[in-house]
């Protein structure tokens, strides 16, 4: 089992930034890729962002060249640097883990709130 803890969420402004970090513990090894998906009140939980163990990202369209998904390997913590934020990226934002044994489970969330 993964364990996975998300953190960094916060209250900011229209146009700034912030940096979310979610952090693995448990069986850490079976992990091939991380994602980071937000669900905003009313509407489903959407992708945001996948990382690969070879270090490949990719993203949703509405975040690309805003956000930039990144991993430190030794800390085994994954990060979401979120720039020019919007008041449409507010949301609770979650982390999931994908190996060899399935989906993860899910975090508690971290909520990001964008005001304008």
């Known amino acids: 089992q993964v364990q996975l803890v998300e953190s960094g969420g916060g209250l900011v402004q229209a146009g700034g930034s912030l940096r979310l970090s979610c952090t693995a513990s448990g069986n850490i090894f079976s992990i091939s890729a991380r994602a980071w998906y937000r669900q905003a009140p009313g509407k489903q939980r959407e992708w945001v962002a996948t990382i690969t163990s070879v270090g490949s990202t990719t993203y949703a369209d509405s975040v690309k060249d805003r956000f930039t998904i990144s991993r430190d390997n030794a800390k085994n913590t994954i990060y979401l640097q979120m720039n020019s934020l919007k008041p449409e990226d507010t949301a609770v934002y979650y982390c999931?883990?994908?190996?060899?044994?399935?989906?993860?489970?899910w975090g508690q969330g971290t909520q990001v709130t964008v005001s304008s």
């Open positions: 999931r883990a994908y190996g060899t044994t399935g989906p993860s489970g």
